[in-house]
């Protein structure tokens, strides 16, 4: 079966079109369940997830299943939750067990994947080997605590895969990051558009226009490989002259420890995201130990020397990351195909995943992360909270306003005067990168798919 063509020329990908069929149409989701989701890296956990011998955690994908579980204190494997015998799926949420046992016939496996019983394995006399009835593995790999799969035994190393967004952001230490909370919910739009939500910064200035009191708005973007990134560029009244956005048309302000404390204090009782509270505790002794006619430079300077001495502290330490290394690894990074996250507040990192919801093109299982830097032994239990529906839980300003887009653009793109999206090439070029990466990936043609690196729209 063919994989899925663009159709002509004028609704092909660009950097400032990407055509909507991607987002409605349920052949496309048979496409991505064939050709994307069985053959690429994608997240399937942490591994603070399945600490001991046993844990496990099932991954689902579309109308794929896998059983992520640790089988010795340093190794974790994937095996498709379904039984050789007759299909049952084997495992449901997560748990630990110390063998699997299929419920309908009683097959079992020890968590090698070996095979060790078959209720009357003789009436199959030699038509059963041992490797008919092993268990089916994934490929696994780590990278920064996250537990990647790929269900491709043929597929690219993850480490190559992941380039550059590994090499750049290798010395913020994600691997000593744990959960602060951990929220999954099923939102009523293509997963795509969940990613897309979260990778660009455009949007900030009408949905979060209450952001732009502590934040020069005005991204860029770039593509680097399947990957991509946004940025803010430096300008005269770049964020140490503490305007906030130059849409505002504000003078400094004459107390800048004023700026960075209402910055701390939106976002962390807003997102209880990215600003930690300890970050959010540190930050207060602006107000007693720095003079409020300190320059911007000076307040900015003593409030990441707080955090510091704070974390450090408090046991959790800080990463060796360098000036280099914040300006090189950008806000925030979408890692083909579908997760994202914001990492610049250094001990702080809103992490997000999205993935179909069955076939369904209108409906996605949308994951959201808040990870922090604690010390080792401090982390809170992980207790993981799952929605049907956005709106029974409360989110905060920020994402609830989100969460209202990306209902409203769901409904709005069935439009027949809506032909596909318009993307800024310059703030949005993650979006139509995304989509580029996308069709190449699915692509009939090898020299353009998996086993070859895809030529980015631009970077930097």
């Not at 744990?178 to 999954?184: C, D, K, L, Q």
Request: glycine share 6%.
């Amino acid at each position: 079966m063919p994989a899925y063509h663009q159709d002509s020329c004028d609704m092909k990908v660009r950097p400032d079109f990407v055509p909507k069929n991607s987002y409605l149409d349920p052949e496309f989701v048979k496409v991505e369940a064939r050709e994307l989701w069985p053959k690429v890296w994608q997240v399937a956990c942490r591994e603070e997830e399945i600490p001991k011998v046993g844990d496990y955690i099932t991954y689902d994908v579309a109308d794929e299943s896998l059983v992520v579980i640790r089988t010795a204190p340093d190794t974790i494997k994937a095996y498709h939750n379904s039984c050789p015998h007759r299909g049952r799926r084997l495992i449901d949420g997560e748990g630990r067990c110390t063998k699997i046992v299929c419920g309908f016939h009683g097959w079992s496996w020890n968590l090698q994947g070996d095979n060790t019983l078959v209720v009357d394995r003789k009436d199959w006399g030699d038509h059963l080997t041992d490797e008919d009835v092993r268990l089916s593995e994934a490929l696994v790999d780590i990278w920064g605590g996250f537990v990647f799969i790929n269900m491709d035994r043929e597929a690219e190393p993850l480490e190559r895969f992941l380039d550059p967004v590994n090499e750049r952001c290798k010395n913020y230490e994600f691997d000593k990051l744990r959960f602060r909370w951990y929220r999954t919910v099923v939102l009523p739009c293509n997963w795509k558009l969940a990613v897309e939500a979260f990778n660009e910064s455009y949007h900030v200035q009408t949905t979060h226009r209450q952001v732009l009191n502590w934040l020069e708005d005005y991204s860029n973007s770039g593509a680097y490989g399947r990957h991509s990134a946004f940025w803010y560029p430096m300008v005269e009244n770049g964020p140490h002259q503490m305007t906030g956005s130059s849409r505002l048309g504000r003078e400094p302000q004459p107390d800048a420890r004023q700026y960075i404390l209402g910055f701390v204090e939106h976002f962390h009782k807003e997102l209880a995201a990215m600003i930690t509270p300890r970050a959010y505790e540190a930050t207060q002794r602006l107000r007693t130990e720095v003079s409020a006619d300190a320059s911007p430079d000076e307040v900015v300077a003593k409030w990441i020397q707080f955090q510091q001495e704070a974390a450090i502290a408090d046991g959790a330490g800080w990463p060796p990351i360098t000036m280099e290394d914040v300006e090189r690894s950008h806000v925030d990074w979408h890692v083909f195909p579908n997760t994202v996250f914001l990492h610049s507040s250094v001990d702080g990192v809103l992490w997000y995943r999205a993935r179909p919801n069955g076939d369904n093109p209108e409906s996605c299982i949308f994951d959201i992360w808040s990870l922090v830097r604690y010390a080792p032994g401090a982390e809170p239990p992980l207790k993981r909270e799952f929605y049907k529906d956005w709106h029974d839980c409360s989110w905060g300003q920020i994402l609830t306003q989100d969460f209202i887009n990306l209902e409203k653009m769901q409904r709005g793109m069935k439009s027949m005067g809506f032909k596909g999206l318009r993307t800024n090439p310059v703030q949005e070029q993650a979006v139509s990168n995304f989509h580029r990466a996308l069709y190449e990936f699915i692509s009939p043609d090898p020299d353009s798919a998996r086993s070859h690196a895809p030529t980015a729209l631009a970077a930097e």
